[in-house]
Structures are given as structure tokens and as C-alpha cells.
């Protein structure tokens, strides 16, 4: 007796973000490298959700944002701009509206109070140097490209421009958003688009472990209020930033400080403090188990 044909099992699409904590630390890694990790809907959404993690788990000390593939991301994805734009604009001008969404995350990226670290392979585009920009500190292989490539598209660079600004400035921004510019190596660094070059892949997974070992010597609570303080005292008046930095201290130094005053008259380390090596970065972004 002939049995039916099963349908085979629909396996399981992979994550668009994977996202690993160790020591802390969450790894998100994009990981759709057939789009060069272009910041689909489905990406955006689980980069929001990693930063929403990131700031409700106290126990998070740092983000780290990289690509698949070697590719850190090729900016926003030019197939759902044309399923917008056949939309039309009608009463909520669903580009306009989709756009300011993405500004959103934006947002609540620059504002998380834990450090966040861009690690850029191959090129970071559009949105993805806005992804960077966003970062505070940002490592990338010599040969890693930025560029604010919109205008090459006959669009612009709209909610990643206040990050691109905050990070370079607007005379370094104009250059690079009406020009195409691609910037890479030594000219990213004298830009401020990076922060510090290794010579590839291998050489940026131990750079970055240097990079999260120096953050994981920080007191974590005492990076989450120190990256706030900062962006306030942008904002306040000089008394008030003052204010607020007088009560933060007073807050520190009845937690973390304690044990970081301790352990330094014992010429010991903190009971916070962790360690990376490059073997433990490159497992923590692998796209496969």
C-alpha cells in the first residue's frame, strides 16, 4: 500500500537580527546578507527590539552592532521605497510617515545609556552610517566605505541627517550627503566616522574585544548614568548640568563606588569587571550555531 507523500517541514526562516548576550554584553549581529543587511522592516524591528533589551536589563553593560556576511549594512531597502512611493501619498503620506518611524528607532538608539559600539565591515550606506553615527564608539576594517549615498538616488538622507551631524559635524555631513563620497581607512578617521581601523575581518574581532574589555572595566551602573549626564549637559545650563551631575555622583558613590574604591586600595579588580578576547567575539556574532 502506497503511503501519501508527507509535505516536507518548512524549516524555519533565519532571524533577521541575532542577537547573543555574553558577559553582559549583546551582540546584535544583522543577518540578512543576501540584502547586504539593508534595514527591511523585519530588521529594524528586531534592532528596536535588541535596544529595547538593552535598556530595560540593567544587567546589559554595552550593544554591539555588526553584519553578516562581512558587510555591515547597505542602508535602507530600495524595494519597500518603491511599494511606498505606488501607495500614493492620500490623506498620511505612508513614505513620510515610514520614514519618520525609522527616526524613531533612531532616537531610541542614540539614547540608550549603555556604551554601543558600531563594528563595520564592507561599507556602511545610508542608513547603515546612520546606524554607525549613532554609536559611541565606532571600529572598522581599513577598507569598510561610508557614505551618505541617498542623493545618488535622487533622495536624501532625512531621519539618520541629526546623528550624521551630532557625530561630524554639518560641514563634514554637507560634504559627504552632496557629493556621494565614499569615505574609507585614514579619511573615515580624520572625518570622525571611525574611530579606530584594523586591517580586516580577524583584526576587528580582537580589536572590538580590546575595545568591550576597556568598557567592562567601567562600573556598568556608572556608564548608565554617565552617557545620560552627557547628553544633558548638551541641553542644560551650565548650573543646572552641575545640579544633576552633584546628584549622580553622590548616587554612584553609595553603589558601584564603594566596591571600585575598595578594589583599587586592594589593587584588585572590580567585581564587575570582565574580559574579552577575539575568540569570544567571533562566537558571539556567528550567524550559525
Known amino acids: 500500500m502506497n503511503q501519501a507523500v508527507q509535505p516536507e517541514a518548512a524549516r524555519p526562516s ?9 558577559q553582559g554584553v549583546l551582540f546584535a549581529t544583522l543577518n540578512a546578507p543576501s540584502t547586504r543587511n539593508a ?32 558587510f ?51 561599507a556602511a550606506m545610508g542608513g547603515g552610517m546612520g546606524l554607525a ?23 536624501i538622507a532625512a531621519q539618520i541627517a541629526p546623528f ?14 552632496l557629493s556621494g563620497e565614499r569615505a574609507s581607512g585614514d579619511a573615515a578617521v580624520a572625518l570622525g566616522l571611525a574611530d579606530e581601523l584594523a586591517a580586516d575581518g580577524a583584526a576587528l574581532d580582537a580589536l572590538l574585544a580590546e575595545w568591550l574589555t576597556r568598557i567592562c572595566r567601567c562600573g556598568p551602573q556608572a556608564n548608565r548614568a554617565f552617557k545620560p549626564l552627557v547628553a544633558r549637559a548638551a541641553r542644560l545650563p551650565q548650573g543646572e548640568a552641575l545640579d544633576e551631575a552633584a546628584r ?10 564603594a566596591e571600585g574604591i575598595q578594589a583599587f586600595r586592594d589593587k584588585r579588580d572590580a567585581a564587575w569587571v570582565a574580559r574579552f578576547d577575539a575568540a569570544a567575539v567571533r562566537a558571539a556574532q556567528a550567524t550559525q550555531d
Do not use: H, K
Not at 549622580?248 to 563606588?257: D, K, N, V
Open 14 to 22: 533565519a532571524p533577521a537580527v541575532i542577537v547573543r548576550e555574553v
Open 164 to 177: 550624521v551631524v551630532a557625530r561630524i559635524g554639518a560641514a563634514a555631513t554637507r560634504r559627504l550627503g
Open 248 to 257: 549622580l555622583f553622590a548616587q554612584c558613590m553609595r553603589g558601584e563606588g
Open 133 to 155: 553615527c549613532a554609536a559611541d564608539i565606532v571600529l572598522a576594517t581599513r577598507d569598510a566605505r561610508f557614505a551618505l549615498s541617498e542623493t545618488t538616488l535622487g533622495i
Open 39 to 70: 534595514l527591511a522592516p523585519e530588521v529594524v524591528a528586531a534592532l528596536d527590539a535588541a535596544v529595547a533589551r538593552a535598556e530595560a536589563d540593567g544587567a546589559v553593560r554595552a550593544l554591539v552592532l555588526r553584519g553578516a556576511g562581512g
Open 72 to 122: 555591515f549594512c547597505a542602508g535602507g531597502n530600495v524595494g519597500n521605497f518603491r511599494a511606498r512611493l505606488d501607495a500614493g501619498p492620500g490623506g498620511d503620506d505612508p513614505v513620510a510617515s515610514r520614514n519618520r518611524e525609522f527616526g524613531y528607532f533612531m532616537q531610541r538608539l542614540a539614547a540608550l545609556p549603555v556604551p554601543v559600539v558600531a563594528a563595520v565591515e564592507g
